[in-house]
């Protein structure tokens, strides 16, 4: 059976004395300090399984990027065309204008 640490015991009754009715029992709040001891313990099982199962994961993603280099493309320059556009269309301008003239 798993032990309780003292800190989580000590929370519990922290928060068992915290949440104490008028007329309530010391056995009373003892059981329900237990309540939350247990409540506390399954809290961390479930976030210690939690961590285990995305570690898992993030080993994984690791081994795959490992195993698998990504290939990087060199980006080729890209051409850009209205420039030379608008030096065509104005000496297509030009010539036309000096031709009618």
């Given amino acids: 059976m798993n032990k309780i640490s003292k800190e989580t015991q000590?929370?519990?009754?922290?928060?068992?004395?915290g949440i104490q009715r008028p007329n309530q029992t010391k056995e009373q709040t003892k059981l329900i300090s237990q309540g939350i001891e247990k409540g506390i313990a399954e809290y961390k099982k479930q976030q210690n399984k939690k961590s285990r199962e995305r570690d898992k994961i993030r080993k994984v993603n690791l081994k795959s990027r490992v195993d698998k280099p990504e290939i990087v493309e060199v980006a080729k320059p890209k051409v850009n065309r209205l420039p030379w556009l608008l030096l065509v269309v104005s000496w297509i301008g030009f010539v036309s204008w000096y031709l009618l003239n």
């Fill in 10 to 17: 000590e929370q519990a009754v922290k928060i068992a004395k």
